[in-house]
């Protein structure tokens, strides 16, 4: 490629040729982000690019196909399984049931007084 012929000629009057400054690199912000984004890139970790709406949006997608996957092995139990399922729940409410009188029994009897007082002031107040 030839060179211009301008840059041999001493002419003065010529405006001779710069580079221009690009202000978007000169900024100080450009600079920081860029240096962020080069660290980053060497420690592996991706920048966050998304947007909060596709990240709510892949959320949803992915909650509901575990909630899916959830109904379908709730569908795929057999009878016995539900039985089984069903004496479970009772026993453990029955188990809570007896927590719960044992817990009575053992409090004072100022505090079961002072429960009962409540329970009729309520029954008052709504009739």
């Known amino acids: 490629m030839a060179e211009p012929d301008y840059i041999d000629a001493d002419n003065s009057e010529l405006i001779k040729p ?8 000169s900024s100080r912000n450009h600079q ?10 060497k420690r592996g970790l991706s920048p966050q690019n998304k947007p909060e709406l596709q990240k709510v949006m892949e959320k949803r997608k992915r909650d ?15 009878d016995f399984e539900k039985e ?17 009188n044992e817990e009575q029994e053992n409090k004072p009897e ?5 429960g009962n007082l409540r329970r009729m002031n309520q029954e008052a107040n709504e009739s």
């Open 18 to 25: 710069h580079k221009l400054i690009n202000p978007v690199k």
């Open 32 to 41: 920081d982000l860029h240096r962020e984004l080069m660290m980053n890139q």
């Open 64 to 78: 509901q196909i575990i909630k899916q996957q959830k109904e379908e092995a709730e569908l795929k139990k057999s």
């Open 84 to 100: 089984l399922q069903k004496r479970h729940q009772m026993l453990e409410e029955m188990e809570m049931e007896k927590n719960k």
């Open 110 to 114: 100022f505090l079961k007084v002072k």
